[in-house]
């Protein structure tokens, strides 16, 4: 049915640059898609959202630094990620919200490594 794969992690230094994608395979219509990330012994935590409204909204750690962007035509969305920290590592999930019910995240993918050196 519908998959969402991610890709496009990778490990960086400080300072650098990463744009990850999520393709998404099969049709879909979401309230809203987001990414998350979740660094080892952490909680998930959660990046950023994009509302099918247009409403685009992040956590405080990464706004100005991060964009999530999403091209229909090639059904994907993306995460352009600037000024990376070492902060920023962990494991990067695209996920997707049902149709009813509002911003609320039922569709995950894999994942994809983000690795930040000093």
């Known amino acids: 049915q519908v998959r969402l794969v991610e890709s496009g992690g990778g490990s960086v230094q400080a300072g650098g640059s990463l744009r990850l994608s999520c393709a998404i395979y099969?049709?879909?219509?979401?309230?809203?898609m987001g990414w998350f990330r979740q660094a080892p012994g952490k909680e998930r935590e959660w990046v950023t959202t994009?509302?099918?409204?247009?409403?685009?909204s992040y956590v405080g750690s990464v706004k100005v630094r991060f964009t999530i962007s999403q091209d229909n035509a090639k059904n994907t969305l993306y995460l352009q990620m600037n000024g990376l920290k070492p902060e920023d590592t962990g494991t990067y999930y695209c996920a997707g919200s049902g149709n009813l019910y509002g911003c609320a995240y039922a569709l995950w993918g894999q994942g994809t490594q983000v690795t930040v050196s000093s």
């Open positions: 099969g049709s879909y219509s979401p309230v809203c």
């Open positions: 994009i509302n099918n409204d247009g409403r685009i």
